[in-house]
Nanobody, 123 residues
Framework: QVQLVESGGGVVQAGGSLRLSCAAS????????PGWFRQAPGKERELVAA????????YYANSVKGRFTISGDSAKNLVYLQMNSLKPEDTAVYYC????????????????WGQGTQVTVSS
């Protein structure tokens, strides 16, 4: 059974940085692609970043390009989201998710989700 646990959320001032971590159950990231999603109050959930292990290809939403970086270690079943130059509009619950099908991560419908971690950016 795939399990994902996020950590690292919190409150930060605009312009600051946070690093989110996602710890997965054994061998998850050997067979599954990870993604970070977020959902702000009253808004739809959106894919923020995703990591295609082979070759290290990444996807970023336009709103976070140049500010956020997804990385990970598949052998250690860890994925990170480094968030720099945070803005108040980045405030949301951030979720780590994964699926064995890259297409499902990219389409926003991965099969496995963490419980989420709150990120609040104050102005």
């Amino acid at each position: 059974q795939v399990q994902l646990v996020e950590s690292g959320g919190g409150v930060v001032q605009a312009g600051g940085s946070l690093r989110l971590s996602c710890a997965a159950s054994a061998r998850t990231f050997s067979t599954h692609y990870p993604g970070w999603f977020r959902q702000a109050p009253g808004k739809e959930r959106e894919l923020v970043a995703a990591l295609y292990w082979a070759g290290g290809s990444t996807y970023y939403a336009n709103s976070v390009k140049g500010r956020f970086t997804i990385s990970g270690d598949s052998a250690k079943n860890l994925v990170y989201l480094q968030m720099n130059s945070l803005k108040p509009e980045d405030t949301a619950v951030y979720y780590c998710a994964a699926d064995a099908a890259w297409s499902l991560v990219r389409s926003g419908t991965p099969g496995y989700w963490g419980q989420g971690t709150q990120v609040t950016v104050s102005s």
